[in-house]
């Protein structure tokens, strides 16, 4: 959840999705300014990885397997998970990127949470080899299928719900799955997923 929030205010930041609200509130930026945004992401992040040390120690976790949540971590929060997700993001745009990019953005920048947040409970549980590699694939299909319905729900979504303005992915001319077939085959895309999952 720590890494979850960090990334959430620094994708609001002016220099990334610019967004004034989140959850219906201020972001925060907006109410502490930029730098102190950027420290608390900074912060979060960083805490995470401690936390995960403390509670292991709290609750007696095997240190191998302690190693495995960090590992995973560091490489779904990090360049080849969530961050390269955000900069892949941050490199696209309407006309330019491809179906197949989108697909990248959203697994890395909302299933790879997902996916080490299934993964770490079942490292802690001490699944094996084969049960883990069963979390990730339902982390997949199920973040996937979330982000899809977020690009439907800033389409067609009531705003006083969602807590942000709907429509922002069009003013900023962000790929989305309805830009590329349309929302009803998105809906369908989400059930399939879904199912899947």
Known sequence: EMVHTYSLIHDDLPAMDDDDYRRGKPTNHKVFGEASAILAGDALLTHAFYSVIQASRKHGIPAERVLSIVEDLAEYAGPRGMVGGQVADM???????TLEQLEYIHLHKTSDLIMFSLMAGGHIAGCSES????LRTFGHHIGLAFQI???ILDLVGDESKLGKPVQSDVKQEKVTYPFFIGLDASRREVERLTAEA
Request: charged share 35%.
């Open 91 to 97: 490199e696209g745009e309407q006309g330019i990127t």
């Open 131 to 134: 049960q883990i590699e069963s």
């Open 149 to 151: 319905q977020d690009d």
